[in-house]
């Protein structure tokens, strides 16, 4: 069976009130994914499948985004290729960055000890929590629990 057809049967064909198209079998945590018919690689990425149907190859290095944010979406017309940074961009602008669950005067601390010369590493391990949620705080792309002191943010 083609992959069309194969991937035409895992997504409902009702939109929903968004317009999304939504995958309806496996996924691999947060997004739809397929088998794949390409070696090395024994899945791929539904969205990214449906994006390759409807406009062709995927360039080296690019992402598929979703211009809805619903990650189960395989409507076409509801993706875009960007970068890395494009998408992180894409998602600052629309606020949909994660809470961490530190305070504000928590991030202020983490902040003081990064230029103090701590290490990202160092200080993940004070706070019990792994170095990139540290990197991703301290430059912004994850916002403290309680913003209301957001001028604290600022270095």
């Not at 999304?20 to 088998?35: E, H, K």
């Not at 390759?52 to 979406?73: A, F, K, Q, R, S």
């Not at 890395?84 to 983490?110: H, I, T, W, Y």
């Amino acid at each position: 069976m083609s992959v069309e057809k194969r991937f035409r049967r895992k997504v409902n064909p009702i939109p929903t009130a968004d317009g999304c198209l939504l995958w309806t079998a496996g996924r691999n945590g947060r997004y739809g994914q397929m088998r794949s018919d390409r070696p090395p690689y024994p899945h791929v990425l539904a969205h990214r499948v449906a994006y390759e149907l409807h406009y062709g190859p995927i360039p080296n290095g690019m992402h598929v985004c979703h211009t809805c944010d619903n990650p189960l979406c395989v409507n076409w017309e509801h993706l875009f290729l960007g970068t890395q940074q494009d998408n992180v961009n894409d998602m600052l602008s629309k606020g949909r960055q994660k809470a961490s669950q530190f305070s504000v005067a928590e991030l202020s601390d983490m902040r003081t000890m990064s230029e103090m010369g701590l290490t990202h590493r160092e200080i993940a391990l004070r706070y019990g929590v792994s170095r990139p949620l540290i990197s991703l705080l301290l430059a912004g792309k994850r916002r403290p629990a309680h913003t209301e002191n957001s001028h604290l943010l600022r270095t």
